[in-house]
């Protein structure tokens, strides 16, 4: 298996402009995670799907992020407007079951 | 709510030497896992603890569990260099509202 995929790996936006992040988890896995890492705050978990239905969002911090994850193969992090606090590395993560996770190589967010 | 807290935050010693890493947490547990993560990297799963004094083992790392106290060690053996990064202890709670929490994480340096 490939792992978790993220896209991209980078990404450079300007303040205002609506970003979208991408991650395909490992196949067979029913559980998937999103996380925000920064030096000033560290790990922070965003939001957790269970077979595609949002389970906890209550690290979501404000409105101008969305999750979804339209099927078992696919979620996406979307953030509209984009402000310069949001610049972090953003993790997708996967398990079978609440078990271990397994992550993505991560996207580097830098909002200008 | 579920809470994870780790000590020390910073840890730098010397190669050769042996230290312990701490992970309490602050309800009933299911499971606890131990990641590393290497600057500028993903995390990586290093260990998973299942039952109240598990003991698991990988070269010169070494984690157990104690449910009844709600404590995680991860005790280091004669640290070599490769070993300077950062850890995670990582607790949830499947048959509890699903609720699963990251400790803050451990810098460790590895000085030679």
């Known amino acids: 298996d490939a792992g978790v995929i993220q896209s991209p790996r980078h990404e450079v936006t300007e303040m205002g402009q609506e970003v979208t992040l991408r991650c395909k988890p490992i196949s067979g896995h029913d559980y998937l995670f999103w996380y925000r890492q920064t030096m000033m705050r560290g790990l922070e978990l965003l939001i957790y799907?269970?077979?595609?239905?949002?389970?906890?969002d209550s690290g979501m911090p404000e409105d101008r992020f969305s999750a979804k994850m339209p099927n078992a193969s696919f979620s996406t992090l979307k953030i509209q407007p984009s402000e310069p606090r949001d610049s972090a590395v953003y993790f997708c993560a996967s398990s079978r079951y609440l078990y271990e996770q397994y992550f993505g190589p991560g996207t580097r967010l830098t909002v200008t | 709510e579920l809470k994870v807290e780790q000590n020390p935050l910073f840890l730098s010693m010397q190669e050769g030497k042996n230290y312990t890493i701490y992970c309490n947490y602050s309800?009933?547990?299911?499971?606890l896992y131990w990641y590393r993560q290497d600057p500028g990297k993903s995390l990586e799963s290093l260990f998973v603890l299942l039952s109240n004094g598990a003991v698991k083992q990988e070269g010169r790392l070494m984690a157990s569990l104690d449910t009844k106290a709600r404590l995680s060690t991860l005790h280091i053996t004669a640290a070599v260099h490769d070993l300077s990064a950062t850890y995670f202890c990582?607790?949830?709670?499947?048959?509890?509202?699903?609720?699963?929490?990251f400790g803050a994480g451990t810098r460790l340096t590895v000085k030679p």
């Open positions: 309800t009933t547990s299911d499971r």
């Open positions: 990582a607790v949830d709670m499947e048959y509890n509202n699903n609720d699963m929490r």
């Open positions: 799907f269970n077979n595609n239905v949002p389970i906890d």
